[in-house]
């Protein structure tokens, strides 16, 4: 369950990473203004679209936004859609009740006996209909998120996590608009659909780097709640967000800036990635 003892666990060994490799200085966001952050240019590049490598050329992002090519949304984007809007929605609703007095296990009692109906209208405001299991993912998830929030109000005696935090990311030639999933105490965190990929870390640096060059404090510990595909069963990956991953980020968003000002197609890969919105277009 959520809870500062949870975190605790999960944070414990990035002490000890951060503690042999400490992030260096040059790579704090704050630094904004030299090298390496400066960037070659400013375009209001997403974290995703830096960090994200679906296509092994990037040919994606090109497309997107030098052709002006509108992806097709495929069952994992849809299902990656739900997630998050039932991590937020829980998290919103639960703050609610705490705010208005709602003793712990009767927020998550209310929560879950309104599943069934919140997650219609998830799905109604996504403009989607019941496919492939979408609701029950949807309620099963919402059940569970329900639950989790309770015990971190339960425990802790704060609401839930921030979610859908914006920050400007500007300075690093990145949006204005950057939406960060959630900000738990001392982390940030983000929600995926599906597996673990190292792009969810690199991502976790970006909105770190953003952070810091905002509000000017550290952001050193991220944490990624993924949902499995299939059963919908729910983990924690924490990650610390060192030099590597900075440099990481920095490295891409440079490759995208310059593949952008140049407007030169990328050329196609040698095989398209079967989630890519894109895929139609280079086949």
Sequence with gaps: MFGPAMLGRLLRNLHMLR???????????????????????????????VACQYCPTR????????QGVRGEVNGGMVRGKLVHMVFQDT????????????EAADIAARLVGEASKRVKHILEDMGVSNVDGLYELG????????????SWIEETRQPPWYVEYTVDGWLLGLSRRLRVDALAPGLVVEVKYGSWREDHGVALAGYALALEASHEYPVDY?????????GGEIRFEPVYIGNSLRTEFIQRRDEIIDMLLSSADPGKPSRCPDTCPYKKYCL
């Design 19 to 49: 503690a042999r490799d400490p992030v260096e200085e040059e790579l704090r966001g704050w630094n904004w203004s030299r090298p390496p952050l400066r960037p070659r240019a400013y375009l209001g590049l997403g974290v995703s679209e």
């Design 59 to 66: 040919r994606d992002v090109w497309l997107r936004r030098v």
């Design 91 to 102: 998290a919103r609703m639960a703050s609610r009740l705490y705010a208005g007095g709602v």
């Design 139 to 150: 309620v099963k998830l919402y059940k569970r998120f329900a639950l989790y929030w309770a």
């Design 222 to 230: 991220g944490v990624v709640i993924i949902v499995e595909n299939g």
